[in-house]
Every structure is written in structure tokens, then in C-alpha cells.
């Protein structure tokens, strides 16, 4: 603190005073601080010649209108002024980096320092890290707010509470919650029916999104300045789920969830739309044309020509569709029905099954990933019963806070609704992965079972599993004699054999192979092609 004596003449300052939020007063009203500093100055034999007076300003950076002022009328008057006094540090500032770069630095290159009136710290070494102390712990303070901020902003949005500017169609209003407290909603306003009708043309499926503009244009429903809206806007109107009664945001991880408002549209109109909305985009149309055509030949590109060796193309001419070679050289070559190309590989693959290694092999890499899987979900689970006895404590903690007096009934309420919301989502968690606990032997041996049924795996797949699948086990392709109707291989994956369960078979429809291990079967339509 500064020394006052009279034989020392009087210094001059300036005074700061600075309010965020008339809400978080707490004692540092205006009037509050004004008195306090003043109240430092004559102590300390200073005379204040000018105020300045920042409301409703945050702490975070120096960018306020009256700090601004006060730093040039202090670049004005070098040596004229020997302070800028303060209520508190973080009145002047709540970040370390800003005051030091854009408020002391400005200060003391005019020779004036800064005090606080309700905080000691002077020139010395020790005193300029009291200064920067108090400033860091206000630094602080606004972290820790606005992680409880977030924190309660990312539970109202958990529980379907709109807490932005409200879209068009709507206006903002308060909603109580089960225990009667207030939270932040939207409801429809004016606009609401025009909204409606925008989404319901829509709905028909017969407009671009172009003339929906004009269409909205036609209607009254217009943009700023009362100009037609862009298309940019409308497209994003029509993909915006909370006219449909949901809440998508940042605070839900930008997951969907049912708000508490009412929806313009009834959520089947919304996923029809957006399929509207697929359906008139000419990349998607294309992407969705294609992976058609290819579902229905899972064997493009792996079958082969038996008179050129390159790739069998497919189409279906009078929707008959068809595997051949369309090659000029080719064209004796024949035409051969897709189903039956297909039912003819789904025999070849029941008479193929893994070599036991293989089957031993998978079932021990089962083995570890069931183990690791396990570990995973174990640690998981433990966390989530960390995370239920903190919320039980902050539970118990908040009790005794109200029991003290430390925080209002309302206050009280609505954290331990909260809480017990939390609770029960968290239950739910640690419910599902306690039944994902119960992995076992038998389920293994299950997932064996059917990978050793090649023809069913195969049938059962997606395109690209399909795809897949069969490059793995043939992976040089096959050759298809269409006109012969037979399919011919060189190779088979060395993970696979041919099963010895058919060799009951008549001898004149068994082929040895080179593995005097197997037996290849076989059937009807399909031949080996072997050395010599």
C-alpha cells in the first residue's frame, strides 16, 4: 500500500471501474467500487481528476470502449498522471497476456502503475507476481464459469431445451420443467404457417429447390430487407431437423434429440424430405444408379472370359440380366443369366471350407479380441461407476450446501434434477455394458460354425463384404466357359480346401488335386483346371 504523509506532494490518477453482468453484482456495484477507490486515493494522498466506466463489459480482453479511453488519455498525459487505481485486478482485466501486453505495458512506457484497492502488491519482484497473481486467479475464475456453463448448457440441451435465437417460424419463450423451474424454449409465432406450407410443397416432390424459393417468394415468406430468400438458406431450412421437433447442436454432440418445442412438421416429413432432397441430387442418383447395377453382379471384374481371359461385363437386356464377354473376338462366345452364374459359385463354395489351422487360427485371434474387448468394457464400466459416485457426492455436496444456506431451494432443485437425470442415463450405460460382459465360449464357437458355411456367408453379404469374400478365397478369379456352362479355377487360398465330407461321391465326380490332403468335388457346370 502507498504511504500518505504530508510532505510528500500529491499524486494523480485515473479510476477504473468496470461491471459484466448486472446479474453477478455481488457487492462490486458502481457505487461499491467508486467508494472503495476513493476511499484508497485519500488514504494515500492521491487525487483522481477523471472516472471511466465500463458496464456490461467481460474481463476477458482489454477491448472495452472506456478502457480504450482511459489508456489514450493516459498516452496524452505523460507524466501528468502516476496511476490507474482499481477495485480489483480483474476488474482491469481477466487475462494475464492481454493486461501485460495492452494495459501495463501501455502504462508504464508513460511512467504509470497500477493498484488495486483492494489488493497489495508493489514494485518489487515480489509484487509484480501478486499483480500478475490476482489477475491469473480471475483468469481462473472465467474458466471454471465457463466450464459450469457449458456443463449446464450441454444438460438443457440433453434434455431438449432450445437455447439459441430462435429459427424462423418461432419466438423464444420459457417452459417449466417437471419441478416448475423456468427453462429456455421456442414456440411458433406469425411466420409458423407459412413455414408449414414451404415444407409441405416441399413434401410433394415435384419442385427444385429453386422454385421452392419462388414458391416462398409467392407466399410472403421473404428474407432480409424484404428480399426473396437464397437458395443457400432454403436448402438449409429444409435440412434442419428442429423444424421436426428435434435439438441439434453443439451441446448434443450435434446427435438428434427430442426438444420440447413443438415441430412445425411431423418428423415422417422431415426423413421424407431429406430422401426428396436425395433424390434431386444428380451425384447421388448417379452413385445410388451404379451401386445397383453392381449389387446385382457381385461377380463384375472377378469373373473371367474363358476365350480372352479378360473380364465378363453384365447388363440386363429386356430386364433379363446377364454375364458375357462383349469383345469383338468374343461374341460366339454366349450369354449366360445371372442367377445362374451366381447359383452355380454358391455350389462351388459349399464344397470349400477352411483348413484346420485356419478354423484354429481364427478361433484364438476370437479368443484375444474377446479378451481385449472384455478389458476394454471393464475398464468402461468401472469408469461409469466412478463417474455414479461422483454424482451421488455432488448429490450429498449440494444438500449441504442448501442446509447451510450457501445456495436457494431453486438452486438446489434443479442441480439435483439434473443430477438424477444423469444418474439414470448413466445406470442405462452401465447396464448395457454388463450384458456385453457376457461373451463366451459358445458364442465363438458359433461365429466358427458359420464361417466354415461359405455359400451362406457369401449370399448373406453386402456388395463390397461379397467382393471381398471371394478375392480372398479365389485369388486369381475365375474363368467362366459359358458356352459350356462351367466354371474353371487355378487357384484356391491356401486358408482353404476342398471338403472331404462329399467323397462319398460317385468316382467319376471326383477330381484329385495336387494337395494329397484334399478332395475337390465336382458338381454340375463347374471344372478344375488342372496341369496337363
Not at 456490461?56 to 498516452?75: H, I, P
Not at 455414479?388 to 450429498?396: G, M
Not at 471381398?468 to 466354371?487: C, H, R, S, T, Y
Amino acid at each position: 500500500m502507498l504511504t500518505d504523509t504530508q510532505n510528500k506532494p500529491r499524486k494523480t490518477a485515473l479510476g477504473y471501474l468496470r461491471i459484466s453482468d448486472k446479474k453477478q453484482i455481488k457487492g462490486e456495484s458502481k457505487k461499491n467500487q467508486r467508494e472503495t477507490i476513493q476511499k484508497y486515493a485519500d488514504n494515500n494522498n492521491i487525487r483522481i481528476i477523471k472516472w471511466f466506466y465500463d458496464e456490461a463489459k467481460s474481463g476477458k480482453n482489454t477491448e472495452r470502449d472506456e478502457l480504450m479511453k482511459l489508456l489514450k488519455m493516459a498516452a496524452s498525459m505523460k507524466g501528468q498522471i502516476d496511476y490507474v487505481i482499481v477495485y480489483k485486478m480483474n476488474r482491469a482485466s481477466r487475462n494475464l497476456d492481454s493486461y501485460i501486453m495492452n494495459v501495463r505495458a501501455v502504462l508504464a512506457s508513460r511512467g504509470i502503475l497500477v493498484r488495486s484497492a483492494t489488493e497489495s502488491f508493489d514494485d518489487s519482484p515480489m509484487g509484480h507476481f501478486m499483480e500478475n497473481l490476482y489477475v491469473m486467479v480471475g483468469e481462473l475464475d472465467n474458466e471454471n464459469k465457463a466450464e459450469t456453463v457449458i456443463d449446464n448448457m450441454t444438460r438443457l440441451a440433453r434434455q431438449g431445451y432450445w437455447q439459441h435465437k430462435p429459427i424462423r417460424g418461432y419466438k423464444a419463450c420459457k417452459i417449466k420443467n417437471g419441478e416448475g423451474f423456468e427453462r429456455p424454449s421456442m414456440k411458433p409465432n406469425g411466420e409458423a404457417d407459412l413455414v408449414k406450407k414451404i415444407f409441405m410443397r416441399w413434401n410433394r416432390g415435384n419442385i427444385t429447390e429453386a422454385e421452392l424459393v419462388r414458391y416462398a417468394t409467392s407466399i410472403g415468406f421473404l428474407g432480409l430487407k424484404g428480399k426473396p430468400l437464397s437458395q443457400e438458406v432454403m436448402h438449409k431450412m429444409i435440412i434442419n431437423p428442429v423444424y421436426a421437433g428435434y435439438v441439434r447442436d453443439k451441446f448434443t454432440n450435434y446427435e438428434l434429440v427430442n426438444g420440447r418445442h413443438e415441430g412445425l412438421i411431423s418428423k415422417e416429413m422431415y426423413y421424407q424430405n431429406q430422401e426428396i432432397l436425395k433424390m434431386k441430387n444428380k451425384d447421388y442418383l448417379l452413385g445410388l444408379k451404379h451401386h445397383r447395377i453392381n449389387t446385382m453382379y457381385p461377380l463384375r471384374r472377378f469373373v473371367r472370359c474363358v476365350n480372352c481371359n479378360n473380364y465378363l461385363t453384365a447388363c440386363a437386356p429386356k430386364n433379363s440380366p446377364r454375364y458375357f464377354c462383349h469383345r469383338p473376338g468374343c461374341r460366339g462366345t454366349g450369354s449366360m443369366m445371372a442367377y445362374r452364374v451366381h447359383e452355380e459359385f454358391e455350389k462351388y463354395l459349399s464344397i470349400i471350407e477352411p483348413k484346420p489351422n485356419t478354423v484354429k487360427l481364427m478361433k484364438e485371434i476370437l479368443k484375444r479380441q474377446t479378451v481385449k474387448e472384455l478389458g476394454n468394457i471393464n475398464q468402461d464400466i468401472a469408469e461409469l461407476r466412478d463417474k455414479l459416485d461422483e454424482t451421488a457426492s455432488f448429490r450429498t455436496a449440494t444438500i449441504k450446501k442448501f442446509i447451510t444456506g450457501k445456495i436457494s431451494e431453486e438452486d438446489k432443485q434443479s442441480v439435483i434434477d439434473e443430477l438424477d437425470n444423469e444418474k439414470i442415463e448413466l445406470a442405462d450405460q452401465l447396464h448395457e455394458l454388463e450384458q456385453r460382459q457376457t461373451l463366451n465360449e459358445s458364442q465363438i464357437e458359433y461365429a466358427l460354425n458359420f464361417m466354415t458355411n461359405l455359400a451362406k456367408q457369401w449370399s448373406d453379404a453386402s456388395l463390397e463384404v461379397k467382393q471381398k469374400f471371394q478375392e480372398m478365397i479365389f485369388p486369381e478369379g475365375f474363368v467362366l466357359d459359358i458356352k459350356n456352362a462351367n466354371f474353371i479355377t487355378t487357384k484356391i487360398s491356401p486358408l482353404y480346401q476342398y471338403s472331404k465330407v462329399l467323397e462319398t461321391i460317385s468316382e467319376n465326380n471326383v477330381t484329385e488335386t495336387q494337395d494329397s490332403n484334399s478332395v475337390m468335388v465336382i458338381p454340375r457346370g463347374i471344372e478344375p483346371l488342372l496341369s496337363g
